[in-house]
């Protein structure tokens, strides 16, 4: 079987990226959103830069390659220090 290429297009503002130092997962049957947000370092808000919503069976696969990545960067820099656990999130509009 011969692999498929898929071209995919990157939007120059996405490429870019955003920089979240918080991370809120949840999930229905059907799907798992990830919402990642920058909490301001001075004060006790945030703003949400991100939301990815995957079907259960590509967050599995995310969380497969995330695990491959994080072995890979510990092989070569080290072991990661765990940060201390963020205070309870709640998101407004």
């Known amino acids: 079987m011969e692999d498929k290429k898929i071209d995919i ?7 870019l990226g955003q920089y979240a130092n918080l991370a809120a997962i949840r999930h ?4 798992f959103l990830f919402d990642f947000a920058f909490v301001f370092p001075d004060g006790p808000m945030g703003k949400l830069v ?6 259960p069976a590509h967050a599995k696969r995310f ?7 994080l072995r890979r960067y510990e ?9 201390e ?3 309870t ?3 407004i509009q």
Do not use: M, Y
């Open 89 to 91: 999130v709640g998101f």
């Open 9 to 15: 297009k990157v939007d120059e503002q996405v490429a």
């Open 50 to 55: 991100a939301r990815l919503i995957l079907s």
């Open 63 to 69: 969380r497969e390659a995330l695990d491959s990545n």
């Open 85 to 87: 656990v963020p205070p």
């Open 75 to 83: 092989d070569e820099f080290g072991a990661i220090t765990p940060a």
């Open 28 to 31: 229905t049957r059907e799907e």
